[in-house]
C-alpha cells in the first residue's frame, strides 16, 4: 500500500507502471492512494525493489503484505 503526497500522484503512478516487479497497480480510496502487487524473484530482490519505491518522489509512506496463499473464488 502506498501513501502519496496529492500534487505527486500522476508522477508516483507512472514511475510505478515502469518498474518490471509491479504485476499491477490499483487507485484506491481512504488511507492508501495505490496498491501495487508485486513479483520478485526472491526476498532479497523484493526488499531492494521496496527500498527502490519507497525512494521514489512524492510517496510519503508504504506498508507492505506478503501474499501467503491464493483461493479462487467461484
Keep these: ?7 505527486f500522484a ?4 507512472h514511475q510505478l507502471r515502469g518498474l518490471p516487479q509491479v504485476r499491477s497497480l490499483h487507485s484506491t480510496n481512504g488511507r492508501w ?14 526488499d531492494e525493489t521496496l ?3 519507497r525512494l521514489i518522489e512524492g510517496i510519503n509512506t508504504t506498508e507492505s503484505s506478503i501474499l501467503l496463499k491464493t483461493s479462487k473464488v467461484g
Design 33 to 46: 492512494d495505490f496498491i501495487a502487487e508485486l513479483e520478485d524473484r526472491d526476498l532479497a530482490s523484493f
Design 51 to 53: 527500498r527502490r519505491i
Design 10 to 13: 500522476d508522477r508516483v503512478a
Design 1 to 7: 500500500m502506498i501513501e502519496v503526497v496529492g500534487k
